[in-house]
């Protein structure tokens, strides 16, 4: 069946670094692809997404591109901020109904 | 706007009490969906409205017990819950559910069964 695999966390980084947190998938046909975002104590934000293979979501600072080759959608921030630190969750979307699968979640934290 | 909204923020009840939760969005979102999430886990999809129709129910137990009175609102009915239910209780819509359309979350309900 379909599957997300995210890297496992938790990714702990000082301010201003780069942060890569990876996202491989596994579906038949062509899924969209997103990035949601979770802060302590509240619901998911979807940060970015991608509908198509070799597109680029952006938003924030974050960008991901939709790699079918790799069946890849790899999360990047060239220079985080402590306000950064959540959980953040790769998730794809398939089909006319359209269910969210996620992933188990990265969880990120920044220290100044 | 958007945003999707849910009602209560926190929820503690016992075993044989009888509660609801209520969720909405005037989006004119087609789609609504409700998901639990426990601890340290994703969220795992309950239920999908379409068109105020159920349209998936992914195996729940029926102590849990959906309801769409309109396409604004999305009700979830409780009763004889068991504390292993305790969670985090997802409202989200999307405009009409197909694969590119965003789900937009509400804040969700935390549920402690007790």
């Known amino acids: 069946g379909d599957s997300v695999t995210q890297m496992e966390g938790p990714v702990t980084l000082s301010e201003e670094a780069f942060l890569t947190i990876n996202c491989t998938y596994t579906?038949?046909?062509?899924?969209?692809l997103f990035w949601y975002v979770q802060y302590p104590g509240e619901g998911l934000q979807l940060l970015l997404k991608?509908?198509?293979?070799?597109d680029k979501g952006s938003n924030k600072g974050f960008e991901a591109t939709y790699r079918k080759e790799t069946t890849s959608f790899h999360l990047e921030k060239g220079s985080v901020q402590v306000s950064d630190s959540a959980v953040y969750f790769c998730?794809?979307?398939?089909?006319?109904?359209?269910?969210?699968?996620f992933g188990k979640g990265t969880k990120l934290s920044v220290k100044p | 706007d958007t945003e999707v909204t849910q009602t209560p923020k926190h929820l503690v009840m016992g075993m044989t009490n009888k509660k609801s939760l209520k969720c909405e969005q005037h989006?004119?979102?087609?789609?609504m969906y409700w998901y639990k999430q426990k601890a340290k886990k994703p969220p795992e999809l309950m239920f999908v409205?379409?068109?105020?129709?159920?349209?998936i129910n992914e195996s729940v137990p029926s102590r849990f017990s959906p309801e769409c009175p309109n396409s604004s609102l999305l009700n979830l009915h409780l009763h004889a819950l068991q504390p292993e239910d305790s969670a985090l209780y997802l409202c989200?819509?999307?405009?009409?559910?197909?694969?590119?359309?965003?789900?937009?979350f509400g804040p969700g309900t935390r549920l402690t069964v007790l």
């Open positions: 991608a509908t198509k293979a070799d």
């Open positions: 409205y379409s068109y105020e129709k159920l349209s």
């Open positions: 998730a794809l979307r398939k089909g006319s109904q359209g269910n969210l699968i």
């Open positions: 579906a038949t046909g062509y899924p969209s």
């Open positions: 989200a819509s999307s405009l009409e559910g197909g694969h590119a359309d965003t789900q937009y």
């Open positions: 989006m004119g979102h087609r789609a």
